[in-house]
């Protein structure tokens, strides 16, 4: 004889959250995606309320994401945070399936990713050299290794050898350790040092874009480095590998403007 299914344990989505809330505090989560997860989740609790877990329904997100009017990048974001909320419902038998799953996610933005041209990402750094040089170091890692804004920030000098960065597993977004190569141009731009991390970053930083009368778009620097390092190693295998990436779907669907050969090479011969 088959065992029944579990009843289930009706909740409100206001009640789960705030018991979920106190289970994820006691995972070994960073300070920051902590707080991405409880900002979701609250937003989540503002949206349903008192509704029970198991009549929120994929329609309803999908409803919820329409009238915030976000984008799929952000709709993606959101999913995977309040995913593992709703997971961890079936699991309390709050609910019996996970609506996220089912939720019919917008097309893609198809407009191109914002990079720097190659004489942007030179005024930018040679701006900083003249007013600011300290932040040379994190510029240059965004714009050269494509390394990731948060990464950099908990990036010191044992990271670094004659030939790579290592992120390691501690201090990668994704949790997993990967070598990126130093191109020769990023090297000469290292050696003349600089504050790393860098301190009141986003104050300086808008100091920098203001003087060079340039604009600072989402993950710009790292979208430069995708453009610029698939246009001239010819090679999405090698790109996606050093930006961290499983394969090469993710720098195709987000990361990738097409650039001239001619202009990848004008890039990686930004020097000093």
Sequence with gaps: M?????????????DAVGRYAKVIKQ????????????????????????????????SQLEEWFHTRNWKR????GVLAKIGPFFSWCIRENYCENNPCR???????????????TPSEAQKLLLTAFK???????????????GVRPLEIQRLQQQDFTDQYIEITAAKAKTRKRRLVSLSNNLKGWLRLGGDLPPINKPKRLSSILQKAGLEWKPDIMRHSYASYHLGFHQ????TALEMGHRDTQMLFRHYRELVTKEEAQAYWTIEP
Aim: hydrophobic residues 35%.
């Design 2 to 14: 088959l065992n029944s299914p579990a009843k289930l344990n009706p909740l409100s989505i206001t």
């Design 73 to 76: 990048s952000t709709i993606d």
């Design 131 to 145: 007013t600011d040089p300290g932040m040379i170091p994190y510029l240059a890692i965004g714009l050269f290794a």
């Design 27 to 58: 995972r070994s989560l960073r300070h920051s995606s902590l707080k991405q997860i409880q900002l979701h989740l609250s937003q989540l609790a503002g949206q349903f309320a008192n509704q029970l877990c198991h009549k929120v329904s994929s």
């Design 235 to 238: 090679s999405a295998d090698k």
């Design 102 to 116: 089912a939720v019919k996610r917008p097309r893609s933005d198809d407009s191109p990713p914002a990079i720097f």
